[in-house]
C-alpha cells in the first residue's frame, strides 16, 4: 500500500552542494513527475517523463535534472543549491490514457537552502 | 502554453455551498482536474472532467465547459474540516499536467 514514496522528508543544503531527492512507486504507472510549491503558491512543473528513459521539461526545469531508468523510480537531481531552491518538493505518478487522470502525490520534500 | 486562472480565496460559512471556477487555456487538452491540499499535507485527487457536463462524487461536483474553458467545482453542505487549498489542473498537450496558484477556502462556524 506504499504508492509513492519520496526521500527525504526534510533536508538542509548549503548553497552549491547537491543532491539527489528519491522518488518510487508501486503502482506501475507510466507518466512521473517532480513539482515545486513555494509559501502559499500552487504546484509547478519541474520535469516530467511518461516512461522509462523518456523525460521532458516542465514550466520550471533550470537547476534540475532528472533520469528515468526504470518504471518506478524518478529521481531529482539539484545540481548546485541555491536558495532560491528552497520549496517543498513532490513527487507524483498517474497511469497512461486520456481518461481517468488521477494523479497521486508523494508526501513531500522540504528542501531548504542556506 | 498553458495557464489557469481561479480565485485566491473563498470564505463561506458551515452548511453553506461554495463554487470555485477556473478559467484555463491550453495548447491541447485532455481534462481538468481538482485537487485538495490541507496545510502541511500532499495534494488529493476530489475529481476529473475529460467531457463537457457535471460530475458528481458525495458533496463534491465538478463542471466543465470545453468551449468556454471553463470550468468549476462545487462543494456542498460545507463541514470545517473542508478548510483547505482547491488546485485546478489541466492535463495539456504532451500529457503535461500544469496546476493552478489555488483557492484558500476558509470555512467559518
Known sequence: ?114 | GQSLEQPSEVTAVEGAIVQINCTYQTSGFYGLSWYQQHDGGAPTFLSYNALDGLEETGRFSSFLSRSDSYGYLLLQELQMKDSASYFCAVRGGGFKTIFGAGTRLFVKA
Open chain 1, 1 to 114: 500500500n506504499a504508492g509513492v514514496t519520496q526521500t527525504p522528508k526534510f533536508q538542509v543544503l548549503k548553497t552549491g552542494q547537491s543532491m539527489t531527492l528519491q522518488c518510487a512507486q508501486d503502482m506501475n504507472h507510466e507518466y512521473m513527475s517532480w513539482y515545486r510549491q513555494d509559501p502559499g503558491m500552487g504546484l509547478r512543473l519541474i520535469h516530467y517523463s511518461v516512461g522509462a528513459g523518456i523525460t521532458d521539461q516542465g514550466e520550471v526545469p533550470n537547476g534540475y535534472n532528472v533520469s528515468r531508468s526504470t518504471t518506478e523510480d524518478f529521481p531529482l537531481r539539484l545540481l548546485s543549491a541555491a536558495p532560491s531552491q528552497t520549496s517543498v518538493y513532490f513527487c507524483a505518478s498517474s497511469s497512461a490514457g486520456a481518461f481517468g487522470n488521477t494523479i497521486y502525490f508523494g508526501e513531500g520534500s522540504w528542501l531548504t537552502v542556506v
